[in-house]
């Protein structure tokens, strides 16, 4: 009985572990999306928010984040362009409802008049 429980808790901290680590990995890999969403754009362009809505949705399905449209929010305020992307990775699904999940949450914003230098390839 007692070596039932204690795998049963080592199964438990196993799961733990990989639902963080795979939490982890998708903020990084989303962050990362959208700082590249920024660098896309050529000298003296704007930024279009339709453009990198579609490269962040693009690239992060592509990665294996199933993120939708209502996920991706790309709103111009004045000078300043704001990416939010809001999604959950799923921790526990029974009968295929998800029971638990750990929500996740990346915002930047730029200035339409800023211009990193992209280096020379």
């Known amino acids: 009985m007692r070596m039932i429980f204690w795998m049963l808790v080592v199964v438990g901290l196993c799961w733990v ?32 928010p339709r453009q990198i809505r579609a490269y962040v949705l693009r690239v992060a399905n592509e990665a294996g984040i199933p993120l939708t449209e209502r996920d991706v929010s790309v709103i111009p305020i004045g000078d300043q362009i704001v990416v939010e992307v809001v999604w959950s990775f ?7 409802a998800v029971v638990l999940a750990v929500p996740l949450s990346v915002k930047r914003q730029r200035a339409q008049g800023e211009l990193k230098p992209v280096p020379y390839r």
């Open 90 to 96: 799923p921790v526990l699904i029974v009968k295929g």
């Open 17 to 48: 572990f990989y639902a963080g680590a795979m939490s982890v990995w998708q903020y990084f890999q989303v962050a990362g999306t959208v700082d590249e969403a920024f660098e896309q754009r050529n000298v003296g362009q704007s930024f279009e």
